[in-house]
């Protein structure tokens, strides 16, 4: 079976490299021959490319059928360079002349006039932007350093991604199409833990999609603005817009926004966190909380007469120094309204990338770009791999279900390509089960039949006694009390849990329930999750109904451990009652953080006790007694002395809700 394997890798890997074009190089500066990091290398017409790395290097794989393309580099501030790729030798080093700036245009701008550019390129974001969703495939890529900067980890992989329309700021989705890691320190990882939405980077850094607040008018007041320079992108002039917090402003932001002076479109934008913005306990999507910096940069291309998303870095800096940074790069924009992300497939906001990549391996990789690893890293990682030996894992299947997309996932590489390589296509956990908690809130009937009855109830100063509190109302026939309903799930496995419950009447009863127990659950599909639960808990359960108000002539009295003082006093009658409490429920997954759900219940009763329940009013705070039955206590039903149950020994309910997850 191995040989057989092996040998299907090999074949496989042939015809890869028979059906694409691999160019390396690197691109410079045509005056210095610095290397020009992030600059875009691809095919624009075609929606595929990639971007260079720190060291201005690149590997891009390109169809055998795009041979008759022209490779396009463009850098912002920068001539493009374009040739027929036929005329390109493997490895090339391009060197492209940098674009004389100009301030001739702009030098009387106020800010008001700059701020004008802006809202009109806001205004110009339907017209600039798609305004219908899109697919496209990414490559991402994040890393955690120390305070000494030693790396502790590295994750990437290769994305499905679903760009909702600009005219709305719903978030889209994204699924893992492959991925994988290295630990190169698993004692600081162990203590540190990976970060929950990295892998949204393509939707959470689109500042134009997101409508930041350096471009959103209304906070134009918090902030101000100038005009830096005009340079050059593609041949057209752009703005290069200036942005900080205005004195006595309220501005979270600064950096620098590009923008066509033609279309009006954003091009790019270059900013960071002030420190009163990291203050924040949440700014999703951008970064907050106890960081000592966060710095963004995002980069928009052009297909057709559209711009999109093309490609983003983040760096966040922590107090001791170390750097957690996510890079997303579009590789390939697939033309015409794009489909969403098959739900199984969809990842999680709250999901930790770390946890869902596999390890490296050698050769899998070979045919798929990555974007390139920074020198130093690259040599961590040369170094971890030379320390251990990886064990490969194969899975033919999986590989050949890749094949089939191998057009269209088009990435940047590395000169290092050759410590990238084959991963494990499980997206088990590697730790295992991690505990889950899940909330459910819900509104529902509890079955609780009460007869029609002529009720008296009063309290007595003793046996023999006065009435202190003496109240007498007519019951109507009722058949059903409606509550509100809250859960506490904690899963302790995937399918076993521990729930807790609470319950209380809408209106015109006492009705208090608490429960406890255990319980399982079954997922019944193999498409969108429908679970199948059952439950089975302790219900400490407490109802009375109102039998009538007592005026209070008496004055203060002490009725058990409690002092009564008020004018008017409700008296209701009931029971306390503990049942052992089944339900069964049947939940739908909306979404992968919500369910809605239906349960049905049934409740046994094994002990109960009756009482005569106390409760102020118009008071501040409203005093409450719970009084078991004696001899001070005289309750009445039609007429006769009564001590029984108001209602059915056993009773059921039904509730409709939604789960949070």
């Known amino acids: 079976m191995r040989l057989l394997t092996a040998t299907f890798l090999l074949l496989w890997s042939s015809l890869m490299h028979s059906q694409t074009i691999l160019i390396t190089g690197k691109v410079q500066d045509a005056d210095n021959g610095k290397p020009l990091a992030y600059a875009h290398v691809g095919i624009p017409e075609k929606g595929i490319g990639t971007i260079t790395g720190a060291d201005g290097a690149f590997t891009l794989k390109i169809p055998q059928a795009y041979t008759q393309s022209k490779l396009s580099v463009s850098f912002i501030g920068y001539a493009t360079f374009e040739r027929p790729l036929h005329n390109i030798q493997s490895p090339v080093t391009i060197r492209i002349k940098a674009a004389p ?120 007041e918090d902030y101000k603005y100038w005009i830096e320079s005009v340079t050059y992108y593609e041949g057209k002039p752009v703005y290069v817009i200036g942005f900080n917090r205005a004195e006595g402003g309220n501005g979270r932001m600064k950096g620098s926004v590009y923008i066509d002076t033609l279309s009006y479109a954003f091009l790019r934008a270059q900013f960071e966190i002030l420190p009163e913005g990291l203050r924040k306990i949440d700014d999703y999507p ?75 391996d050698e050769g899998f990789w070979n045919n798929y770009n990555t974007t390139p690893l920074s020198a130093s890293l690259k040599q961590t990682v040369v170094q971890m791999r030379n320390q251990e030996k ?39 956990k590697p730790d295992g089960f991690k505990w889950r908690f899940q909330t459910a ?44 309903h809250l859960d506490f799930n904690l899963f302790f496995h995937p399918n076993f849990f521990v729930r807790g419950g609470w319950s209380r009447d809408l209106w015109n009863s006492l009705y208090r329930e608490r429960s406890l127990g255990l319980g399982t659950q079954l997922n019944l599909s193999k498409g969108r999750p429908f679970f199948l639960r059952a439950a089975t808990q302790h219900s400490h359960h407490k109802y009375a109904r109102l039998v009538g108000t007592a005026d209070n002539e008496f004055g203060k009295f002490k009725a058990d451990k409690k002092r009564f003082n008020s004018d008017r006093i409700n008296l209701y009658y009931g029971s306390r009652i503990h049942s052992l409490k089944l339900s069964l429920e049947m939940a739908l997954e909306l979404h992968p953080g919500q369910e809605l759900f239906i349960r049905g219940g049934y409740m046994l009763p094994f002990a109960r006790q009756q009482h005569l329940y106390l409760k102020e009013r118009r008071q501040f705070f409203n005093k409450k007694e719970r009084l078991p039955l004696d001899d001070r206590i005289l309750i009445e039903r039609n007429g006769e002395v009564f001590d029984g149950r108001i209602t059915s020994e056993q009773s059921f309910f039904v509730t409709v809700g939604l789960v949070f997850k």
Request: proline content about 4%; overall charge negative.
């Open 441 to 484: 809130v819900g509104l529902g009937t509890h079955f609780l039949e009460t007869p029609a009855a002529n009720m008296r109830a009063a309290f007595l100063e003793n046996a023999d006694g006065p009435a202190i509190l003496d109240a007498t109302g007519e019951w109507d026939t009722r058949s059903f009390e409606p509550i509100a």
């Open 101 to 220: 700036t100009s301030l001739q245009e702009i030098v009387v701008m106020d800010e008001r006039a700059v701020e004008d550019i802006i809202r009109r390129a806001v205004r110009r974001i339907p017209d600039n932007y798609p305004n219908y969703p899109n697919s496209v495939t990414g490559f991402y890529r994040e890393s955690r350093t120390n305070a000494v900067q030693e790396y502790m980890y590295l994750a990437e992989g290769v994305l499905d991604i679903y760009k909702t329309s600009y005219r709305n700021t719903k978030e889209g989705q994204v699924g893992l199409i492959q991925g994988r890691k290295v630990i190169l320190s698993a004692d600081e990882v162990e203590q540190h833990s990976g970060f929950s939405s990295g892998h949204m980077a393509a939707h959470r850094f689109d500042f134009v999609k997101n409508r930041e607040d350096f471009i959103d008018e209304r906070y134009f």
């Open 286 to 360: 951008l970064y907050a909380g106890n960081w000592k910096a966060n710095r963004y940069t995002v980069n928009y291309r052009k297909l057709d007469d559209k711009w999109y998303f093309s490609n983003a870095l983040r760096e966040g800096v922590y107090r001791d120094g170390g750097i957690y940074s996510n890079e997303i790069a579009i590789t390939e924009i697939q033309p015409g309204h794009g489909q969403p992300v098959p739900y199984l497939d969809r990842l999680k906001r709250g999901d930790e990338f770390l946890e869902i990549t596999g390890e490296y």
């Open 390 to 428: 990886a064990v490969e894992v194969f899975d033919s299947t999986f590989i050949a279900r890749l094949q089939t997309r191998r057009d269209s996932i088009l990435r940047s590489n590395s000169d290092g390509s050759e410590i990238m390589g084959k991963i494990t296509p499980s997206m088990d």
